[in-house]
């Protein structure tokens, strides 16, 4: 290290009451609220800051606009290595091939990396990004799984999960796994997806493997 200093960065947007973020502090508290989001980017952030020894503060007006600003310390260093090699993990054993999971989730960035995942495991992805498009979906055609955001907009995921199974009863199919995506690290969380009649529980973020053990307790065997 040559050298070290530090940098404050701001990006602004308004300005008004000072605020440090708290976890899952959001305007809008409703599971089917219309903006996305769980209320953790914020505090994630803000302990990266702290991790390069600096501090982070939001300054927000309702309506208006939000002012972030972080400063933090970091070093200068020489030529960057050349010839870096990744490390890439191996691929997590095999579920059935050519599983059809439809993927309930309004995020894009969500979207993007579930569908890859998943299509890494061998299986065909669909993707709704709210609770209506869900049910619409397993109105027209049957899944092998669903993967089910609970916090969505218009219909949440519960609402939903609902209408799936009044919809598979009307209809006399079997019931359809259904697998709670949540960030939601609270104590009764899995009760309630459980309670709204899904079957299983995988908490955001979660890894290949974390994926491929859930859905391999749920799909069929082929």
Known sequence: MQQTQSQSF???YGDTDRASPKPFAQTDHHMS???GGTGLGLTISRQLVSLMGGEMSVESTPGRGSTFRF???FGRTG???ENIE???AAPPADLPKGARILVVEDNETNQIVAKGMLQKLG????IAIDGAQADA????EQFDAILMDCQLPLL???QATQEIRRLEAERNRPPVPIIALTAHAIAGERERCLEARMNDYLSKPFSDNQLKEILGRWLPAR
């Open 79 to 81: 030529n960057p290595p």
């Open 156 to 158: 949440d995921g519960n």
């Open 10 to 12: 701001c990006r602004p």
């Open 33 to 35: 609220r219309k903006v």
């Open 71 to 73: 400063n933090a310390w």
């Open 137 to 140: 979906a397993t109105a027209r």
């Open 86 to 88: 990744m490390e890439i």
């Open 123 to 126: 299986c065909r992805p669909q």
